[in-house]
């Protein structure tokens, strides 16, 4: 094995820096190696400073440590994942609540809610076909803060049942806009990789769990 020249003036450093230009990762045992080398191939008449020495000790330890809090956070991370799913799971068959500015006519029915602001006026929702044109506008009085639930029979405003598909939902609240919410019932969950869970909403499609406003 061929020797490494180092002398006084140089230090493990620039050799991990070097390194980590390599390989873009340096474990604790390469941090050793290439200390031990250093001190191995030192010259004689100019050991090398101990300060140096517990400069890269210490550098050693900030690897070590970094390289454990990242073990530990992958854990957690896999942990969360799996009680997201398990949460996600307990849903299956229930209904929730989640927001969405179209809703799907269905068995004769679409329900949804609307959220009303803390001091909210009369609240009305517009339900629109394909084409942008309002089918039916709905009443709902003045409501308390919080969502406002609505049911449509898919009845239009002329009195003429509509045929199921997909509606766009919009409402206001006094004289201003306010979100609109579609429910459904929870036919199935999975996971998305960085997003975390999801669940497949009847009528609605797939959403995160995250963005679940009420479970009925």
């Given amino acids: 094995m061929s020797d490494i020249a180092v002398n006084s003036s140089g230090s493990a450093g620039a050799d991990v820096q070097s390194a980590k230009k390599d390989n873009k990762t340096l474990s604790q045992a390469d941090f050793l190696s290439l200390l031990i080398q250093q001190m191995r191939n030192q010259d004689p008449t100019q050991p090398m ?15 070590s440590a970094t390289q454990n809090l990242q073990t530990s956070f992958d854990a957690l991370s896999k942990s969360m994942q799996g009680n997201q799913l398990l949460q996600a799971s307990s849903m299956v068959g229930h209904s929730v609540t989640v927001p969405s500015a179209v809703g799907k006519l269905q068995g004769g029915a679409l329900d949804g809610a609307v959220n009303i602001p803390d001091g909210g006026g009369r609240t009305f ?8 044109n309002v089918v039916r506008t709905m009443d709902l009085g003045t409501q308390i803060a919080g969502l406002a639930d609505f049911h449509w029979n898919g009845v239009g405003d002329d009195g003429q049942p509509l045929p199921p598909g997909t509606y766009g939902l919009s409402a206001q609240v006094g004289t201003a806009a306010a979100a609109t919410y579609v429910s459904g019932k929870v036919a199935g969950v999975g996971m998305t990789g960085a997003d975390g869970a999801y669940l497949d909403v009847d009528g609605f499609g797939g959403v995160l769990l995250s963005q679940v406003a009420r479970v009925n």
């Fill in 125 to 132: 929702v517009r339900i629109t076909d394909a084409a942008g």
């Fill in 49 to 63: 400073d101990s300060s140096q020495m517990v400069s890269q000790l210490a550098q050693i330890n900030q690897v």
